[in-house]
């Protein structure tokens, strides 16, 4: 027989979340303080993946069998429900995904990005710049992520 070691622990799973949470919700401010003045392109693409990317070890976590007795217990709170709690910071998630989507600028039809462009005398592309009005709805629900999480 094999070793077991796929199978996926609440009590290594729990913290891990946890703390990557922890880091996420700080790079979340972090970009919520940038938003305030204009934003390249390559800033603004990069939230979106990384976004992406907590929200799907945040699906991993919630399907970890018996993830939210654990989090009670170490909670020390038989009312918290961990999985509710992730779900409603996914949905903060997607929301933001989703503003930014739609908010990057695409080519007709083809749905390639439009994030920088090649000045004539330049030895480099350079990234497109957001305004603070164009990304002030994408910091609203950057906030709102970060409510989501304490």
């Known amino acids: 027989m094999p070793v077991l ?57 919630t399907a970890v069998v018996g993830i939210d007795q654990f989090a009670k217990d170490q909670e020390d709170n038989q009312l918290y429900e961990f999985t509710s709690e992730v779900t409603t910071l996914i949905t903060a998630i997607d929301a933001l995904t989703t503003e930014i989507s739609s908010t990057y600028p695409r080519e007709g039809g083809t749905g390639y990005l439009l994030d920088r462009t090649v000045p004539a005398d330049a030895d480099a592309p350079t990234w497109r710049v957001f305004t603070v009005a164009q990304i002030a709805t994408a910091k609203t629900l950057v906030d709102a992520v970060i409510a989501e999480i304490t």
């Not at 799973?13 to 970009?31: D, N, S």
């Open 5 to 61: 070691a796929s199978n996926k622990l609440p009590s290594i799973e729990y913290p891990t979340i946890k703390k990557q949470l922890g880091a996420f919700k700080t790079y979340m401010e972090a970009r919520t303080a940038s938003f305030a003045t204009d934003t390249s392109a390559e800033e603004f693409i990069a939230l979106y993946f990384d976004c992406r990317r907590m929200r799907a070890a945040l699906n991993a976590a």
